[in-house]
């Protein structure tokens, strides 16, 4: 007999009807092919229309629901007892989270572990992160305390609780606020320059650079600081990121895709069109064996499961953690791909148990990712067609002002060598020339004397 498995993501934003996202091949292709693989499995899919990352969505329609899998649209307002009483209603003998991202506050995963938590309470057998490890991972400043008192290597910093740093402020009485003393000064000790960035946004929104104290703390004071934050030193050296998938028991961490833009900036911008990612390092300097037991220890402690995004910076022979994302992330579908598995597998393997052990290097492959501005819908799928091109999304990005912009993510892969990813990129470039900046194929070539 088969098994049940709900496989779920809730959201915690309405988009508008004109957020679509076109993908190459469908989400329902990914979903139709993972159902013949996983026979065994009588999968279900629960999830709002604005899930992105599962549904093929079109001015606010589903137009292409996978025949293989069961789907259940939920409304857009329904919260969190609107999804338990659902899955319940089905019956599972599994539910799997599949928290997804969402602009500004970077609070999806809450939920899903708040539905997670109460269907265990249920009886019902749940795969997902505690709501402890949400917690931890949504609040920049609680991921940072747990990184440093279990010793991994992580920025200075410091806290700037912004209730208190502006208590008094409209007080006539108020003789000083010494909080604020107090942080400030903190912030003075630190080595500048300092990245400002609030506890609980997400895509790198709203980062501030301050070069100098002075220019610290006149942001500080200023009313554009409006919520809580973290300001630390700036770390110098390469960015990198990396996913772990699995649960306890389960983990496979993979080794660091580098990350740069083509216009060399401080602070990369993860949804920037000048963003390319590619990987995985394992060359000696990167001293991979070393970063995926330490990662692996970091998984136990904090309990994570599913797909878990990390932001890390290599500084000499030294890495940092920079933050944890405890969810589907912008390099997703670039592991996956290193992987030569479907995204979804990744959430399923961990109860059915995957079909390759993802802990032998030898089974993972490079893949790149890397964005172009303009292409049509033909366009787009033409070159979803050629060879070595694993996926090509097209994506309507809101951000927290609503302000939005289009782009295309676009993910090679399936190589044994950076030169023959390389080569790839060259001939896509000639193929679309008006599509795929040439800048692209001639940065990755310039960082390859690097590795």
Excluded at 183 to 203: D, E, Q, R, Y
Excluded at 233 to 238: A, T, W
Excluded at 365 to 376: D, Q, T, V
Aim: glycine fraction near 8%.
């Amino acid at each position: 007999m088969k098994k049940k498995v709900v496989m779920f993501s809730s959201n915690s934003k309405r988009r508008s009807s004109n957020s679509n996202c076109l993908v190459f091949p469908k989400w329902s292709e990914l979903w139709n092919s993972l159902a013949e693989e996983y026979s065994g499995c009588e999968i279900w899919l629960v999830v709002q229309l604005n899930g992105r990352y599962f549904l093929d969505i079109y001015n606010g329609k589903l137009i292409d629901p996978p025949e293989a899998v069961h789907v259940e649209i939920m409304d857009m307002e329904a919260g969190l007892s609107e999804f338990v009483e659902k899955i319940t209603e089905l019956n599972p003998d599994v539910a799997i989270a599949m928290p997804g991202p969402v602009s500004g506050l970077d609070w999806n995963g809450l939920r899903d572990a708040s539905i997670a938590e109460e269907l265990s309470r249920r009886g019902i057998r749940t795969i997902c992160y505690p709501l402890k490890t949400a917690e931890i991972c949504f609040d920049k400043w609680l991921t940072h305390q747990f990184l440093e008192e279990n010793g991994f290597n992580v920025a200075k910093a410091v806290y700037v609780h912004n209730g208190l740093f502006f208590a008094g402020k409209d007080d006539p009485h108020s003789t000083g606020n010494v909080y604020r003393e107090t942080v400030l000064n903190k912030i003075k000790n630190l080595p500048f320059p300092v990245i400002i960035k609030g506890t609980t946004g997400s895509a790198s929104a709203g980062i501030v650079v301050a070069g100098c104290y002075e220019e610290a703390e006149e942001f500080l004071v200023s009313d554009r600081n409006q919520e809580d934050m973290i300001v630390e030193e700036m770390l110098h050296g390469q960015e990198y990121g990396t996913e772990i998938h699995g649960c306890r028991g389960r983990f496979n961490v993979l080794p660091p895709f580098m990350k740069f833009t083509t216009d060399n900036e401080d602070v990369i911008d993860p949804l920037g069109l000048t963003t390319l990612k590619f990987g995985p390092m394992t060359g000696e300097k990167y001293h991979a064996d070393e970063l995926i037991s330490e990662l692996t220890r970091m998984a136990e402690l904090m309990d994570l499961c599913g797909n878990n995004n990390l932001d890390l910076m290599l500084c000499g022979d030294k890495w940092y953690i920079i933050e944890i994302n405890a969810r589907w992330s912008g390099l997703t579908t670039l592991t996956a791909c290193s992987e030569d598995r479907s995204p979804y597998a990744v959430y399923l393997d961990q109860y059915v148990g995957a079909k390759k052990d993802y802990t032998d290097l030898k089974n993972i492959r490079i893949a790149c990712n890397f964005k172009m501005s303009g292409g049509s819908e033909q366009m787009l799928e033409k070159l979803s067609r050629e060879e070595g091109v694993d996926s090509v999304i097209h994506y309507q990005i809101i951000r927290p002002d609503e302000s939005s912009y289009y782009f295309n993510d676009v993910i090679i892969g399936g190589f044994d060598s950076f030169e023959e990813m390389a080569d790839t990129l060259d001939r896509l470039q000639k193929i679309f020339p008006e599509e795929i900046s040439a800048d692209v194929p001639a940065a990755i070539r310039a960082k390859l004397p690097e590795l």
